[in-house]
């Protein structure tokens, strides 16, 4: 083990931090231990230089991930495949006769309207599994109880789970951004694909950029009202806020609002954070993602608010500046989730190969409500 003498740096951080010397540089290099991946030919005793130093105490790193993502799943079934989504149009208004009776005149009874029903079929299913192998004899050389091999084994089926938690939350995120991009691409400009910006510009005569939306308190107080009327709009019967033009509504227990934290922190810090009656600028309530498709390098706007997909239907879409989503519970969602492992051991080699494995039906219904609201220059 190596034993370094310190006396000199915390002499001088004690009188840096008691206010009697300047900040001067620190070389940290022998102090702070960054680790190494196996002991070396100097860990070993500062007696007699050759007893190898003894492992004191052994931590597992072992944290579940809960993930971040919107709740978009939805039940499992265990015989079947094909989900159908059934639907009918509304019936149309007839002149009521009974108001308008005329002597000798048969009124009769007995005609077949038949409704309008529609049937769409979801049967794609989605698979993955990852693969991890565990031995029992070769790890006892490394560990001084079966307490410690116990707890190092739990570590490794958590890093399944998390690593399932990971890979399931990037595939709702693209479910998602799907949807995003079958909006923006055959959805209607300011009906239900969005540019606030360009909206807010427009109706105050402005130019305010792109860089500049997110800290300014009057757009986004605007994009607050807009979102809000939202909510309301998407309760009312219309056809005008899904891409398949069917006379749809979302009442609020089935509507799903997403934002990107960007988004919502900026309109915390530069809205309401100096608005006297802030509930009446407030946001609609939202579940929040750090980002829609990735963070790029820096966590910049212009990835974290990025999408660049081919949808689900093959359209190739590539946007950024979106703040936010709304749509129908029924609109999308992960459906039929099944996860399972199965277990092989080979004899030969002692060790277990577990697979653990992962299916699931994703899904884009474009004739249910989705709306999303994004910022870019006038015309993008």
């Not at 997909?309 to 709304?326: D, H």
Request: aromatic content about 12%; overall charge negative.
């Amino acid at each position: 083990m190596i034993v370094e003498q310190v006396y000199s740096i915390v002499n001088e951080i004690t009188e840096e931090v008691t206010g009697n010397a300047d900040l001067v540089e620190k070389d940290l290099s022998n102090i702070v231990d960054v680790g190494k991946e196996v002991l070396g030919a100097t860990d070993v005793d500062n007696y007699v230089e050759a007893l190898t130093d003894k492992i004191a105490k052994v931590v597992f790193i072992n944290r579940p991930y809960s993930g971040n993502v919107p709740s978009v799943m939805m039940d499992s079934w265990e015989y079947g495949a094909v989900v159908e989504k059934v639907t009918t149009e509304l019936p149309e208004a007839s002149e009521n006769e009974s108001w308008a009776l005329e002597d000798n005149t048969e009124y009769n009874p007995n005609v077949f309207y038949q409704p309008k029903v529609d049937a769409k079929f979801f049967n794609n299913k989605v698979t993955f599994e990852i693969d991890l192998s565990f031995t029992e004899k070769q790890v006892k050389e490394s560990f001084n109880s079966a307490s410690e091999i116990n707890s190092f084994m739990t570590m490794l089926y958590n890093s399944v789970e998390n690593s399932f938690t990971v890979k399931l939350d990037g595939l709702i995120m693209q479910t998602i951004n799907s949807m995003v991009g079958e909006t923006i691409d055959g959805g209607t400009a300011g009906i239900n694909a969005v540019n606030l910006l360009d909206d807010y510009n427009t109706e105050t005569g402005n130019t305010l950029a792109v860089g500049d939306a997110l800290k300014d308190s009057n757009f986004l107080k605007f994009a607050s009202m807009k979102m809000t009327l939202y909510v309301d709009r998407l309760s009312k019967i219309s056809s005008l806020f899904n891409v398949g033009g069917k006379k749809k509504f979302t009442p609020r227990d089935a509507l799903k609002v997403v934002m990107l934290s960007d988004f919502k922190a900026s309109a915390n810090s530069y809205l309401q954070a100096v608005t006297y009656n802030e509930k009446y600028t407030q946001l609609p309530e939202a579940e929040t993602v750090p980002f829609w498709q990735g963070s790029g390098q820096d966590y910049g706007f212009a990835n974290v608010s990025k999408i660049n997909v081919v949808t689900g239907s093959g359209k190739t879409v590539e946007q950024s500046g979106i703040l936010g989503v709304m749509f129908d519970r029924e609109a999308l969602g992960v459906t039929n989730l099944d996860k399972r492992v199965t277990t092989h051991f080979n004899a030969k080699g002692e060790f277990y190969n577990n697979f653990f494995k992962l299916d699931c039906g994703v899904f884009n219904d474009v004739n249910e409500n989705f709306v999303v609201f994004y910022i870019a220059e006038t015309g993008v």
